[in-house]
């Protein structure tokens, strides 16, 4: 057989050269590949979707991306965290079509909780999707012509490494990295988890005991059962590894916390003897302070999604039964359309309301943006059992645990019960449940769950405002007056002000101007059938429009005199900008 006469080089994305004949990108990937539907097929950004990033490798992701798609993808710190990391913040849009800030916009951010850490793969996965579907998918393309995403992996990056690399539980830590004295006994850290067996997990102590309630399963002795009430047991649980530090009776009782950076948002904010969580006051947190900063700058933002887990949930406010009110109805049935929409593609993940399915939550950054804001925002949260069977078992059922782990990670869930000599304990067991099982995913779930919230937050995106003159109509009135009548058409679910918005005056109104004639007088339209005109006295060639409904019109009206060639402009915050010529 002869030696083909290839030079195939080591990146996917360089070309290959044979002597003067050069192969393009999308023909090497047509050599080596068969394209998936849906899936960028050569991707200038190689990234696995089937684990999770530290901050070093999601930094040099985003540098990437920025790098291979400069007309597309800006990166920024918008600020520092407590241990001065870098807040990363990545503007997605089509930079040659407008400016970004000037497009109606979708922010979009995980892992505020420290143990929620695939929030910020699926926020990152979205920035990287949108990016490499740009100018093969013609959705995605018109998509950021008109929109612009705003994309903060995590926004608690102190402890997106510290849960990554030190010894934590499932559950812990959900704070940043100030820490705090959470046993009031005068000190603060001094009691945090100890890694007894130094795997890097914070697992469960076991001691055999002639009180205890539980047995060993005798076909899986992984898995300890509770004895029934009239039985006696062999072993009693003894709680989360690790010693007393501090010689108080307690075990790991004080540690990295307790904060909780959701109760830390300036609406509805309750001090923490109410809100067990909130701290010293509203942005008291120097992370959510950053995010509040970046989103008063930019008020075309006009959708937002944060990601959590666990519990496969699209969560919307209120927070809290008190905060109701805040809620229109006309604003709830928007809420209603894109997330009953996105439960049709979400398999396992169910439409909430926070404060009447789940619990009370002050303070919470879900109603901050809204209530704040007036931005439309949905909180999922990540991750459901039902991904493994499909059945409702929950995250804490115990038979269904074991089988995940006995036929899909293969025993690589669970770490096996290994006695230990403690020094208050004495003789003890140690295992469990490693920390990145349960409410995070396992690889090969990842890039599925991520693709599908994804296109949640795309199709919120998408619902944003788009504003286009649909109508101009022009009326000849006779001694060189004329009457132009302008219908302004939303094509999108989303208003350009939400009623909490126009509560507040949150936003400036939606300015619709004529230009290249001389106005006269300038009206909003209230009824075109009954002639019924609200005049704007002052500036009538800028009407200021309240607000332009989701799939809705507004129509203004001018007399104007001469008007040989003229245009109309629309200018909104939060539904960008449209225009008109004669």
């Known amino acids: 057989m002869k030696l083909k006469n290839w030079i195939y080089t080591a990146a ?34 190689q990234v696995s979707w089937n684990r999770y990033h530290t901050n070093l490798a999601l930094e040099e992701i985003m540098k990437d991306m920025a790098k291979k798609h400069p007309n597309l993808v800006k990166l920024e710190s918008i600020g520092k965290s407590y241990q001065g990391n870098d807040i990363w913040v990545l503007t997605v ?49 018109e998509l950021l012509k008109d929109k612009t995403f ?10 997106h490494d510290y849960f990554i690399k030190e010894a934590n539980t499932q559950n812990s830590p959900r704070s940043g990295m100030i820490v705090l004295d959470n046993d009031g006994d005068g000190l603060a850290g001094e009691d945090p988890f100890d890694d007894l067996n130094g795997d890097g997990h914070i697992t469960f102590m076991i001691r055999k005991s002639p009180t205890g309630r539980f047995v060993k399963d005798q076909m899986d002795p992984r898995k300890l059962i509770m004895v029934a009430a009239d039985e006696q047991g062999e072993y009693e649980m003894l709680g989360y590894e690790g010693i007393d530090r501090d010689g108080d009776g307690e075990v790991n009782e004080d540690g990295i916390g307790y904060y909780d950076p959701n109760r830390d948002w300036g609406w509805n904010w309750q001090p923490d003897y109410v809100q067990r969580g909130a701290w010293k006051y509203p942005f008291s947190v120097p992370e959510n302070r950053a995010v509040m900063e970046f989103v008063m700058k930019h008020p075309n933002i006009a959708g937002a999604q944060s990601y959590h887990n666990y519990g496969g949930m699209i969560l919307r406010g209120p927070g809290a039964e008190e905060d109701l009110g805040t809620y229109n109805a006309s604003d709830v049935r928007i809420y209603d359309a894109i997330a009953k929409k996105g439960e049709e593609f979400m398999p396992g993940y169910k439409y909430l309301v926070v404060y009447k399915d789940l619990y009370s939550v002050f303070g919470g950054q879900l109603d901050w943006f809204y209530g704040g804001r007036g931005i439309f925002t949905y909180s999922n949260e990540l991750m459901t059992s039902y991904l493994y069977f499909h059945e409702n078992a929950g995250r804490n059922n115990q038979d269904e645990q074991m089988k995940v782990d006995r036929y899909l990670t293969f025993g690589d869930a669970f770490v096996d019960w290994e006695e230990y000599d403690h020094p208050q304990y004495g003789r003890i067991e140690i295992g469990g449940f490693k920390k990145n099982f349960g409410r995070l995913h396992p690889g090969f779930l990842m890039e599925q769950d991520a693709h599908r919230n994804s296109a949640f937050t795309i199709l919120h995106g998408y619902h944003t405002p788009k504003l286009s003159v649909s109508d101009v109509k022009e009326t000849d009135l006779g001694g060189g007056l004329k009457e132009v009548v302008a219908t302004v058409y939303n094509e999108r679910l989303i208003p350009t002000h939400s009623s909490q918005d126009l509560k507040y ?26 002639k019924k005109y609200k005049e704007q006295k002052v500036d009538p060639e800028k009407i200021h429009v309240d607000n332009i409904p989701g799939m809705g019109a ?26 008109w010529k004669k």
């Open 12 to 45: 996917l994305g360089a070309a290959i050269s044979i002597g003067s004949v050069h192969t393009s990108d999308a023909q090497v990937a047509q050599d080596r590949y068969f394209r998936a539907l849906g899936t960028p097929h050569n991707p200038k950004v």
């Open 93 to 141: 849009t089509d930079f040659n079509h407008g400016k970004a800030d000037e497009k109606p916009a979708m922010w979009i951010d995980g892992n505020i909780h420290s143990n929620e850490i695939q929030g910020t793969e699926f926020t990152l996965y979205t920035a990287w999707y949108l990016a490499e579907m740009y100018g093969d998918l013609d959705f995605i393309t």
């Open 150 to 159: 705003y994309i903060a992996p995590t926004i608690n990056p102190d402890a």
């Open 505 to 530: 005056k949150i936003a400036r109104p939606d300015y619709v101007s004529i230009s290249g004639a001389k106005v006269v007088a300038g009206f909003v339209v209230e009824s075109e059938d009954f």
């Open 554 to 579: 507004v129509k203004v009206r001018w007399i104007i005199s001469g008007g040989g060639n003229y245009s109309i402009n629309v200018d909104s915050e939060k539904g960008g900008k449209a225009s």
